[in-house]
């Protein structure tokens, strides 16, 4: 079983950044695929990025795309996500995710074995 655990998130306004990050219990967690996914209020949750195990590969959606940043640090158990030139439209719970059958990216959110409580994003002046 593995359990993963956010923080970072928090109020920002237009144009600010912000730094989220996922601790994950387990020995396992590098070979693991890492995704984070988001949902506003209403709205479906959807894909933001994925990382594979060594972080040699990574995949955002089209909406984040050279804003985010996606990385992971095995020996600390932990993948980030680094949001700059934060929009309103990026408001949403921020969720992090494990993968453990694949050692390719996923970014179906049914692929995902555990998620994490999630972390709230607000951007708003």
């Known amino acids: 079983q593995v359990q993963l655990v956010e923080s970072g998130g928090g109020l920002v306004q237009p144009g600010g950044s912000l730094r989220l990050s996922c601790a994950a219990s387990?020995?396992?967690?590098?070979?693991?695929?890492m995704g984070w996914f988001r949902q506003a209020p209403g709205k479906e949750r959807e894909f933001v990025a994925a990382?594979?195990?060594?972080?040699?590969?990574?995949d955002y959606a089209d909406s984040v795309k050279g804003r985010f940043t996606i990385s992971r640090d095995n020996a600390k158990n932990t993948v980030y996500l680094q949001m700059n030139s934060l929009k309103p439209e990026d408001t949403a719970v921020y969720y992090c995710a494990a993968d453990r059958g694949t050692p390719l990216l996923v970014v179906a959110e049914y692929e995902y074995d555990y998620w994490g409580q999630g972390t709230q994003v607000t951007v708003s002046s």
């Open positions: 990382i594979i195990w060594s972080g040699g590969s990574t």
């Open positions: 387990g020995r396992t967690f590098s070979s693991y695929t």
